[in-house]
């Protein structure tokens, strides 16, 4: 039951958790920037954290850049963690971050700017949870949507 | 909008996501009752409940908790009388995890010897809780279901 027959090996589970709590500040200026009327410079930060998810979701969490800062500056500083988890569900919730800002983006350059500041604080409350309370939306969906057959985790 | 408006605005965000979170957190673990749900010994695998109350785990392969959350429920089993504890894996069932309506791993029930669910945690079991709801079931009276 513990071994993990995934072919990627477990990460940290604080470092996504890191990753998180920078993605939640950047998502806040993004709201700041879209509600003081600075429609450009919102859309285009979040535009790179949009990149930024989309890293995450496709070269896998293991990858993302991050993830390479928490390596090299924080985990040298704490003790090992507690327990390992299972890269899949935090490089699938970067997939649901790069969807709901991509929206954002997406609806921004139709010019409907209002969806900058709504994506970034939705985006926000997700990443939030993550880096305070550990709580994973992505892994819950996940789950969820393991049972609706839509995914199928690999053999 | 004013630059201080906005500011309010934010952290205003930053309070209901707390209020969000502290509300996650404190349902997360605690025990409740479920209605009529019974597991089928089948399930299991097994042919025989293997004692009073089994305190049955659902677990997926990339769930962070589950290892250590088994390790303690192994060892509760261990030294009460009258406990068993199983693990189920969902992550090639999710056929299991809609009969047993499981959303979230490590999701936890305690079982009665006729496979009635008595109670389920959702989530990691807080140590009062598991604690009292595991004496509750052992001190329960057995009923007899002429289903």
Redesign the interface.
């Known amino acids: 039951m513990s071994t993990i027959p995934s072919s990627r090996s477990p990460i940290d589970p604080r470092g996504p958790r890191f990753g998180a709590a920078i993605t939640a500040v950047l998502l806040l200026v993004v709201v700041f920037l879209g509600l003081v009327g600075a429609q450009a410079a919102a859309l285009g930060l979040l535009a790179v954290l949009a990149a930024l998810f989309a890293w995450g979701a496709f070269a896998g969490i293991e990858r993302h850049p991050y993830g390479a800062i928490y390596r090299s500056l924080l985990r040298p500083r704490l003790a090992p963690p507690a327990e390992t988890e299972d890269p899949r569900p935090p490089s699938f919730a970067q997939l649901v971050g790069l969807i709901v800002t991509g929206v954002g983006v997406l609806l921004g350059l139709l010019g409907v700017s209002a969806a900058v500041p709504i994506a970034a604080a939705a985006a926000f409350v997700a990443a939030f949870l993550n880096a305070a309370f550990g709580y994973c939306l992505g892994c819950q969906i996940y789950l969820v949507l393991v049972r609706a057959r839509i995914i199928r985790p690999a053999a | ?3 201080l ?3 309010g ?2 952290l205003a ?2 309070a ?3 209020i ?2 502290l509300i ?2 404190s349902r997360q673990g605690r025990s409740s009752a479920p209605a009529g749900l019974r597991v089928a010994l089948a399930d299991l695998g097994e042919t025989a409940w293997p004692a009073r109350v089994t305190l049955l785990q659902f ?10 959350v ?1 390790r303690q429920l192994g060892r509760l089993a261990a030294e009460t009388e009258g406990l068993a504890h199983r ?1 189920l ?4 069932a ?1 056929e299991l ?2 009969r047993y309506r ?4 490590p999701t936890i029930f305690l079982l009665d010897d006729y496979g009635i669910v008595r109670r389920r945690i959702d989530g990691v079991p807080r140590p009062e809780h598991l604690r009292a709801a595991v004496t509750e079931a052992l001190r329960s009276p057995h009923v007899d279901y002429s289903i």
């Open positions: 909008m004013d630059p408006l906005a500011l605005a934010l965000l930053l209901v996501s707390t969000v979170g996650w957190r677990s997926t392969e990339w769930c962070s908790r589950c290892p250590g088994a693990e894996d969902l992550t090639r999710p995890a809609e499981v959303s979230q791993t």
